[in-house]
T-cell receptor, first 115, second 115 residues
């Protein structure tokens, strides 16, 4: 049973560019959440997708957008990259939206470096 | 507002010593979940425990134990007879039950177990 997978593992971009990160949830899960973890900090919630719609959003600008596909996989897009966007981006999957009742499983993350 | 504070940024102990990681949380919700995650150098967040606010019973799992005290809004984590493999960053986290799936993380405590 495959867990949460993310691609790519590492990515280097320059300021102003756009980037797309991908996540495949754990088998049987239908909800995907994205987190940004800056160096030395805890993960911060970006947004969550369920039934192909963004259900919740944290304090992130519109440059951060996402998508969920019918197979429950998800993409995170970041436009007009800033140096401050350099971070580890974590994807978490769960089944359903019942708050903390549903355990979230995290992927290994994508490390984005913006130069 | 919800907040998780892990006052210990970094801790070093010698192998086989016991170590306690502190976690203090803030929330106005009366029902919530508390979590601990382990993040090894590989970056993937590993789920350790989830407790709901109605269950203040302490829990022990092998060398790990957790002390939940609502009176002091604390959820401390103790590793007994530490091992080098316990070296990692540990995050305490909070989620308001039945409100949303957003998990609020602390900044983490980096634990070094010295051989």
């Amino acid at each position: 049973d495959a867990g949460v997978t993310q691609s790519p593992t590492h990515l280097i971009k320059t300021r102003g560019q756009q980037v797309t990160l991908r996540c495949s949830p754990k088998s049987g899960h239908d909800t995907v959440s994205w987190y940004q973890q800056a160096l030395g900090q805890g993960p911060q919630f970006i947004f969550q997708y369920y039934e192909e719609e963004e259900r919740q959003r944290g304090n992130f600008p519109d440059r951060f957008s996402g998508h969920q596909f019918p197979n429950y996989s998800s993409e995170l897009n970041v436009n007009a990259l800033l140096l401050g966007d350099s971070a580890l981006y974590l994807c978490a999957s769960s089944f359903g939206l019942a708050g903390g009742n549903n355990e979230q499983f995290f992927g290994p993350g994508t490390r984005l470096t913006v130069l | 507002a919800q907040k998780v504070t892990q006052a210990q940024t970094e801790i070093s102990v010698v192998e086989k010593e016991d170590v306690t990681l502190d976690c203090v949380y803030e929330t106005r919700d009366t029902t919530y979940y508390l979590f601990w995650y382990k993040q090894p150098p590989s970056g993937e967040l590993v789920f350790l425990i989830r407790r709901n606010s109605f269950d203040e019973q302490n829990e022990i799992s092998g060398r790990y134990s957790w002390n939940f005290q609502k009176s002091t809004s604390s959820f401390n984590f103790t590793i007994t007879a530490s091992q080098v493999v316990d070296s990692a960053v540990y995050f305490c986290a909070l989620n308001a039950m039945n409100r949303d799936d957003k998990i609020i993380f602390g900044k983490g405590t980096r634990l070094h177990i010295l051989p």
